[in-house]
């Protein structure tokens, strides 16, 4: 994956990157997955699958992920999206934008 | 033993009890209190307190409503909570060990699922919640209904849904031409929002609006997700008033086949404009979608 280069599941996108020096590493050890975009309606969430291997950081509210085995984004119940193979590598994770024409304002898509 | 793999014969079985899981997790049948009582009064005697007084309710919603002090970390989901004693049950079935009080507490908590809802313990009080009146789903197993709350208890509270998600009742009880498009602009949720034009038709509500840009100028070669996407945007500025140029993208998606019409601002004049503004104003290649 290039820098230039974007994976899209849903209104999450994740990108190649680096973990910023000040990043602190999440304590993820008893859950099973680490939710990456939250879903407010059905709590379909948009999640990573945790295993040994992968580790979360975060950094002014953005999340990094630091995974040397593969593993994979998906939903949590898989009928809005196919879940999608994240490589080894290192990973940022963002949320796509709309536009609101009444207040004229970008903001973060929102399921 | 450790199980790697599973026969065909054990594959079966696990098809039926997941179905017959299922069947418990979406009943709508009656609850026999004296089993519930009986079930939960277990509980208690494990913990060498005495049965305590049942009361019952007809949803979960009014035992929260019936007192304040009460909230959403008090109570066990009976039927809606069977999903992880389905796991541990069927390894036993197939043959991983437990001990014989671990086996008997877990028949103990399957059976609080077959024959429960939500209930709230206390020391001396049990509020019991009815099970729902209606509980439907669509094919995929999510929660729908075109017509109704999909989720409905006696008292008459519950839940519109649409493919699983959930939705304002008006998009569920008006009939599609009746439906107007300003609850579309005005929604912010973007699985709602494309529930609405689900139910409103896509090429209707184009037929609104103009095409600017489509995937179909763009190479195949150089941008296959915009064409897997379908990728196009639309002047939809005849929705607003006062406004003469207003982009929506619309694009398909991968999973469920189904469309989304999202806003852009005024300043994406072509589809390289729009998609970039969509991902935070960096210009990227899509390498997977779904």
């Avoid at chain 2, 049948?29 to 089993?35: A, C, D, K, Q, Y």
């Avoid at chain 2, 939960?40 to 005495?50: A, P, T």
């Avoid at chain 2, 008459?156 to 107007?180: A, F, H, Q, R």
């Amino acid at each position: 994956m290039n820098n230039d280069e974007v994976i899209i599941h849903g209104e999450c996108m994740v990108f190649k990157s680096s973990i910023p020096q000040k990043a602190k590493k999440m304590k993820t050890a008893a859950q099973p997955y680490v939710i990456v975009a939250p879903s407010e309606t059905t709590g379909n969430h948009h999640v990573v699958d945790l295993k040994p291997g992968v580790a979360f950081y975060e950094y002014e509210d953005v999340l990094y992920m630091e995974n040397e085995v593969e593993t994979t984004i998906r939903c949590v119940v898989a009928d809005r999206h196919d879940e999608i193979t994240l490589s080894p590598g290192v990973y940022e994770f963002g949320s796509q934008q709309e536009y609101d024409p009444f207040t004229a304002r970008l903001q973060k898509v929102r399921d | 033993m450790k199980i790697e793999k599973l026969t065909k014969k054990q594959e079966k079985e696990l098809e039926a009890f997941y179905k017959e899981c299922l069947e418990i997790g979406r009943s709508c049948e009656p609850i026999n209190h004296e089993i519930a009582e009986g079930i939960i009064s277990g509980f208690y005697k494990r913990l060498d307190m005495q049965a305590p007084k049942f009361v019952y309710f007809p949803s979960p919603h009014a035992i929260l409503k019936s007192d304040s002090s009460i909230d959403l970390n008090m109570y066990f989901g009976g039927q809606q909570w069977i999903h992880w004693k389905a796991l541990y049950k069927f390894a036993e079935r197939i043959g991983v060990e437990f001990s014989k009080e671990d086996s008997q507490l877990l028949d103990e908590w399957f059976n609080e699922s077959k024959h429960l809802h939500w209930w709230f313990p206390f020391t001396d009080v049990c509020y019991i919640s009815e099970r729902p009146i209606r509980l439907t789903v669509n094919e995929a197993g999510a929660l729908h209904n075109e017509k109704f709350k999909a989720i409905e208890y006696a008292d008459g509270w519950g839940m519109y849904y649409l493919n699983g998600i959930k939705v304002p009742e008006y998009l569920v009880v008006t009939p599609s031409e009746d439906l107007n498009i300003d609850f579309f602009l005005k929604e912010k949720n973007a699985d709602v929002k494309a529930e609405f034009v689900r139910k409103f038709g896509v090429e209707r509500m184009l037929d609104m609006g103009k095409k600017v840009d489509t995937y179909e100028k763009y190479k195949q070669k150089d941008y296959p997700y915009w064409h897997e996407s379908q990728y196009e945007l639309w002047d939809m500025a005849k929705l607003f008033e006062g406004l003469d140029y207003q982009p929506y993208v619309k694009m398909v998606n991968q999973t469920t086949g189904i469309w989304h019409v999202e806003a852009v601002s005024p300043s994406c004049r072509n589809l390289k404009d729009a998609i970039k503004e969509r991902f935070g104003g960096k210009e990227m290649k899509i390498i997977a979608i779904k």
